[in-house]
């Protein structure tokens, strides 16, 4: 809908009583109208001009909140052009799989993916594994891997599988999607405010009563006094004086925010959540999967002495290339990179020996031949023997560096050691740095070992680790720091981060994580990339900011404003009071009409402001304070003084009031 009419639709009083400043606004443009149709007897021309721009201004302030919410419709209607029916393979109660509608899916059901299909809903990946292209939710064109039995299982409906077959467990109803839970979002931002605006809209509202009542007592003055002050005048000092400037663009800066973190690709489940973000002052970081890229990587071997260096590719190649874990397929992607040329080129039939809890191995038996990887102990215990010394030595080694050694055997000889590292996704230490600089600490919760929680937290330049740490820990951890009264911020992507998502100020799941972190949280990072946490807090501060300076800049203007018509109403019958009218207003007609267009036209003028934000400063919060008060507050005083005498002489020369 445009804009336009949207805003003439919003002059209904019941929609505007939900903020009463414009609410006045609109009252007072009603009574002045009155006034001019049926009881103005001289300067009908006044009458008239001031009734229109009163009326203009509620126009505007309505105006400004539709051009935000346009935005998000547009977006809202973007989404659903990629809300298409599509076929499913659904299995039935026989096991066998039949076509359906993709309406027709409930949660709870299975339905089969196979390569070049979209899938048809959201779920979780219970067999199998497939790279995936997520560009119709995230934007980004690199696919995925998404498997099943890992924290990166979970699937969204209308991406595309690009390889491979899987079989997904649906998880929402028709009407309940991800999709639909984002598009619903969007056109419902506008109808909940953040507990900090409903604190500076009480603010605004109680100023408004404040100066409703010096109007009033203003009117009982001038009858002691004998000066007829007129309805009019009264009320376009009021609607001057109160503050209609920030009230005007309070719905359209919420609405922006929203919009500005969707555009980062990040889905926040209400306004509050956003505004929240800006007031963050612990932020607890999962390590898998959001400081690190989810899973160990291959990245060294040691080779026991006397053995070759094909004797021990071979081995780990064959313990590895049926191995559909994360590890496993590091491991071969790793001996393919560094050793090519050691890597057999067939591999014989053998039987593939998974892992297990009970073993703590995987492997291949190939006739006589045993070939098996796994943790130190289990490998001793298999081979009957302990390590060599040189094998031990760096097993010690690739402990103290935070990683995991997987010793590879065959039959009783052990042939070398693989170093399993977790990988510190690029950027952190920067982006934690940043943060640290805006007064906020950066806390890492891993379920590993304190020396490879140490070593990862070093690296990515986190301020305090928690280790070995249990859900419920997690969560306790959480509301430790609730009770010191800090704002706490958790990201994570595991079933075992959702009481702790749950319970945050602030929870961020990662979209790549589990359906249970995705519910938890109110927040969800389409990128799962852990920079979006500075993006997050950021558009949360801006937008905490933009209103903060906008409100500065307004009652600013009304100070302003306030010694442009007073004493100009005043002066004709307290000469004395005509040394405070400092810009020499002609008229009190002029004066009083040179604000109210001031103070319809300033609201459309700050709009782009109010939709882009104020600029985003990475500093102590006292000297961001300064600095926002020195440019809106001072500039909020010294515009409508510049503003209010043009549109006097305007007035003056050309509409000769």
Not at 112 to 136: H, N, T
Not at 165 to 175: A, E, H, K, T, W
Request: proline share 4%; charged share 20%; net charge neutral.
């Amino acid at each position: 809908m445009n804009p336009f009419l949207q805003a003439f639709l919003k002059l209904n009083p019941w929609y505007l009583i939900r903020n009463p400043v414009i609410f006045i606004t609109e009252m007072g443009a009603l009574i002045t109208t009155i006034e001019w149709l049926f009881f103005a007897r001289a300067q009908p021309a006044f009458y008239a001009q001031v009734s229109i721009w009163l009326w203009l201004t509620v126009l505007f302030a309505n105006y400004a909140e539709s051009v935000a919410e346009l935005r998000n419709q547009r977006q809202a209607a973007s989404l659903r052009k990629g809300r298409v029916d599509r076929m499913a393979h659904r299995r039935g109660k026989d096991g066998q799989f039949y076509t359906v509608n993709s309406k027709e899916l409930r949660k709870g059901d299975l339905v089969q993916v196979k390569v070049g299909e979209v899938i048809p809903g959201d779920g979780e990946i219970v067999e199998g594994m497939g790279s995936i292209d997520e560009s119709a939710v995230t934007g980004e064109s690199a696919p995925v891997i998404r498997a099943a039995g890992t924290d990166h299982s979970s699937v969204t409906g209308g991406t595309k599988l690009l390889s491979d077959q899987i079989l997904v467990r649906i998880s929402s109803d028709p009407g309940q999607s991800f999709l639909d839970r984002m598009i619903n979002l969007i056109e419902s931002a506008k109808r909940k405010k953040s507990a900090n605006e409903l604190a500076l809209t009480i603010l605004l509202s109680g100023l408004t009563f404040i100066f409703l009542t010096v109007v009033v007592a203003m009117k009982i003055f001038g009858i002691y006094f004998k000066i007829d002050f007129s309805v009019t005048m009264l009320v376009a000092l009021l609607i001057c004086l109160i503050p209609t400037t920030i009230a005007g663009l309070l719905g359209a800066i919420g609405i922006a925010g929203i919009n500005r973190l969707m555009q980062k690709h990040v889905l926040a489940m209400s306004g509050q959540a956003v505004e929240a973000a800006g007031d963050i002052d612990v932020l607890l970081i999962d390590k898998t999967g959001t400081i690190t890229i989810g899973h160990r990587k291959a990245s060294e071997i040691t080779l026991a002495q006397r053995v070759s260096i094909d004797e021990f590719v071979r081995a780990a190649y064959f313990t590895s290339v049926q191995d559909l874990t994360d590890e496993g397929r590091s491991i071969v992607e790793f001996l393919k990179k560094g050793y090519a040329a050691h890597v057999p080129q067939e591999v014989p039939p053998f039987q593939f020996v998974p892992f297990s809890a009970e073993t703590r191995m995987s492997g291949v038996d190939m006739g006589q031949e045993k070939i098996r990887k796994g943790a130190v102990d289990a490998v001793e215990k298999f081979t009957g023997q302990v390590l060599p010394y040189e094998l031990a030595a760096a097993v010690q080694s690739y402990s103290e560096m935070g990683g995991t050694p997987l010793i590879v055997c065959n039959q009783k000889q052990c042939l070398g050691v693989i170093l399993l590292k977790d990988i510190v996704k690029k950027g952190l230490s920067e982006l934690f740095s940043s943060l640290r600089k805006m007064g906020i600490r950066t806390v890492m919760i891993t379920g590993d070992n304190p020396v490879t929680a140490a070593t990862i937290a070093k690296e990515a330049g986190v301020d305090e680790f928690f280790a070995e740490s249990s859900p419920e820990h997690k969560l306790e951890i959480v509301l430790k720091y609730q009770k010191e009264g800090k704002m706490v911020a958790m990201t994570g992507d595991g079933v075992n981060d959702a009481p702790a998502l749950a319970h945050a100020n602030v929870g961020v799941a990662m979209n790549s994580g589990t359906q249970a972190a995705k519910e938890a949280g109110n927040m969800i990072d389409l990128d799962s990339h852990p920079e979006k946490l500075f993006q997050i807090i950021e558009i949360g501060k801006q937008m905490l900011m933009t209103r903060g300076s906008l409100t500065t800049f307004s009652i600013a203007n009304d100070m302003a404003k306030y010694f442009a018509i007073i004493p100009a109403i005043l002066a004709p019958y307290f000469p004395g009071i005509h040394a405070l009218n400092l810009m020499h207003l002609n008229t009190p007609q002029s004066a009083v009409l040179s604000a109210v267009v001031f103070n319809a036209v300033i609201i459309p003028a700050l709009i782009p402001l109010g939709l882009k934000g104020v600029k985003m400063i990475s500093d102590r919060a006292h000297i961001v304070l300064r600095r926002n008060l020195t440019i809106y507050g001072l500039g909020g005083v010294l515009l409508p003084f510049i503003g209010i005498k043009l549109i006097d002489l305007i007035l003056t020369n050309f509409g000769k009031l």
